[in-house]
């Protein structure tokens, strides 16, 4: 099977398609031929030599999502039959032609839609919906606050948000982003690239009115999330695009009553990634058949493109995923 | 009656006993005659000014906690008599010969318990109870780390975790206070006065089994909580002896799926604090009258002897509670 290989740690110019043994499934699996995946900004540091793999994945096959169809059943799978359409995450080797996982981590591809749209959902919104509601405990009512909210994740966010009745706050740098993330129920639109946004958000909802804030930049944000959260609030750390560390102002943390918490999708194990996929599949697949989630597709390019994929997601100008296919 | 007035910002000296108007109690409202209370250290800061006293309690008159008997009830209150024995905490003006709370925050004293021992319960456990398990869910058979364990927070909360099945380690900077702990249940006792205390952790527990820690230290206690705490892990935050500021790697918090929580007793409002005095009331006083959890007094001053009190604290050489009494 053809695979996108980090040949040696550097920049897109690293990354070759190249042939490699085809896996197979194990007790339990099914093997999915992938007809589409989608581009994550672990899949560049990984390429980068800055991302540790989890156990049992190779370190020169990056990828962490998928959607296409099961072509090989494992000894004892009996959830899904042969030409089922599927998708979810793995923890790494989703850049490839074919791919094992355990048939309860994967979920249904919601009717009627396409491979590239498919693509696009299970990283962003898996870890949107763990975050939002497993993490945080979002409920109806509230006011979360969403950074880089034109992400992958960050637009994932918004909408589940939306959908589940919160007031949604949403920073990003650039007014186009903004203007599009409007059209997926943004609520308040703040512009990062113009001076401190906290203070704009001060200024617009005058007062502490922000019970939970999902965070996907890091760095120096944490200030900001502190002077604006509310009494007893909650954070989400889920990137850390600004940088990994910063200054802690534990006073306010004890006075507001706050909660920190760091997640990340990929080093889990076995059975916390089925419980998130049955979670979804039961919560969450319905409502893109209805229409109240869509996938974000920045652009779709073929894998032989892999590299100006890498190069556009370091541009920092898309808006949702880059989904990469195969044909 | 009697009470302590903080005359001016500054050391034990501002500090004088000067007579004031006896409160009189509101709607639902019990008064009571103090016997004794104790100190804690947003006493010794409100008396330096550095501690926003919560609105409705006067900024000159510190004290946190209360034991004594109900001496008059404001209409509507029906669930004490007069002549009750009840504790409590209190948002301020508790070194005072008598106080008015409502009365579904007072808690009973346990039977046969004295005033001094009474006196010492209130602040320190509360605080332990809530910390342990509303915010940080300690279940029976995990490891919790306390820091300072020979603190007033920490000999509660090293007493109710020991109860609760826990295995518990402390940190504390005196090899004294060390033994003392663990004739109140101590497991591991890591001695911070000599070198890095998350290097001990690590070498005598090898590995990361630490799911809860319990924090009265603060500052740069951070960057060993998140070397040893576990995968998953929690962490409360509820004293910052150390600092209030300190450098956060979040690369850590994320990967490790950390959870970091801010708590503090004195500024929440009244339906929070009857809700945890009712937990309080149904589950640990029990433990007392048992003998499974126990007050843990340094010494019984007379509050004619602030004073002393106070410096005795600033000295960190206590074991346990300060107890101030009337007579």
């Given at each position: 099977?053809?695979?996108?290989?980090?040949?040696?740690?550097?920049?897109?110019?690293v990354?070759?398609?190249?042939?490699?043994?085809?896996?197979?499934?194990?007790?339990g699996?099914?093997?999915?031929?992938?007809?589409?995946?989608?581009?994550?900004?672990?899949?560049?540091?990984?390429?980068?030599?800055?991302?540790?793999?989890?156990?049992?994945?190779?370190?020169?096959?990056?990828g962490?999502?998928?959607?296409?169809?099961?072509?090989?059943?494992?000894?004892?799978?009996?959830?899904?039959?042969?030409?089922?359409?599927v998708?979810?995450?793995?923890?790494?080797?989703?850049h490839?032609?074919?791919?094992?996982?355990?048939?309860?981590?994967?979920?249904?591809v919601?009717a009627?839609?396409?491979?590239?749209?498919?693509?696009a959902?299970?990283?962003?919104?898996?870890?949107?919906?763990?975050?939002?509601?497993?993490?945080?405990?979002?409920?109806?009512?509230?006011?979360?606050?969403?950074?880089?909210?034109?992400?992958?994740?960050?637009t994932?966010?918004?909408?589940?948000?939306?959908?589940?009745?919160a007031?949604?706050?949403?920073?990003?740098?650039?007014?186009?982003?903004?203007?599009?993330?409007?059209?997926?129920?943004?609520?308040?639109?703040?512009?990062?690239?113009?001076?401190?946004?906290?203070?704009?958000?001060?200024?617009?909802?005058?007062?502490?009115?922000v019970?939970?804030?999902?965070?996907?930049?890091?760095?120096?944000?944490?200030?900001?999330?502190?002077?604006?959260?509310?009494?007893?609030?909650?954070?989400?750390?889920v990137?850390?695009?600004?940088?990994?560390?910063?200054?802690?102002n534990?006073?306010?943390?004890?006075?507001?009553?706050?909660?920190?918490?760091?997640t990340?999708?990929?080093?889990?194990?076995?059975?916390?990634?089925?419980?998130?996929?049955?979670?979804?599949s039961?919560?969450?697949?319905?409502?893109?058949?209805?229409?109240?989630?869509?996938?974000?597709?920045?652009?779709?390019?073929?894998?032989?493109?892999?590299?100006?994929?890498?190069?556009?997601?370091?541009?920092?100008?898309?808006?949702?995923?880059?989904?990469?296919?195969?044909?």
């Amino acid at each position: 099977m053809k695979a996108v290989i980090i040949t040696r740690p550097g920049g897109p110019e690293v990354l070759e398609i190249q042939d490699r043994p085809r896996p197979e499934p194990g007790v339990g699996q099914i093997r999915v031929r992938v007809c589409a995946s989608a581009l994550n900004r672990a899949d560049l540091l990984q390429r980068e030599g800055n991302y540790p793999v989890p156990p049992g994945y190779p370190a020169d096959i990056a990828g962490m999502e998928y959607a296409g169809e099961i072509d090989a059943l494992g000894a004892g799978a009996n959830l899904w039959k042969t030409g089922d359409r599927v998708m979810g995450v793995i923890g790494g080797a989703g850049h490839a032609e074919f791919l094992c996982v355990h048939e309860r981590e994967a979920m249904p591809v919601p009717a009627r839609m396409s491979w590239d749209d498919a693509a696009a959902i299970p990283e962003a919104f898996l870890t949107a919906y763990d975050a939002l509601f497993n993490r945080l405990d979002l409920q109806t009512g509230e006011t979360v606050l969403i950074h880089a909210v034109g992400s992958g994740v960050g637009t994932a966010g918004l909408q589940i948000a939306h959908a589940a009745g919160a007031r949604v706050i949403g920073t990003a740098r650039s007014p186009d982003k903004l203007e599009r993330a409007k059209k997926l129920g943004l609520d308040i639109a703040i512009d990062a690239s113009r001076g401190d946004w906290a203070t704009q958000v001060e200024s617009v909802i005058g007062g502490q009115y922000v019970q939970a804030i999902l965070d996907l930049v890091g760095g120096n944000y944490l200030e900001g999330n502190l002077r604006v959260i509310a009494v007893r609030g909650r954070v989400v750390v889920v990137g850390l695009t600004a940088g990994a560390t910063a200054p802690f102002n534990m006073g306010m943390l004890l006075r507001k009553r706050v909660t920190i918490v760091g997640t990340t999708l990929r080093a889990r194990p076995l059975e916390e990634k089925i419980e998130l996929a049955r979670q979804f599949s039961g919560r969450m697949i319905p409502l893109f058949e209805t229409g109240r989630l869509q996938p974000v597709v920045d652009q779709v390019l073929a894998f032989d493109r892999i590299r100006d994929a890498h190069s556009l997601m370091q541009s920092n100008k898309t808006f949702g995923k880059i989904v990469l296919r195969w044909a």
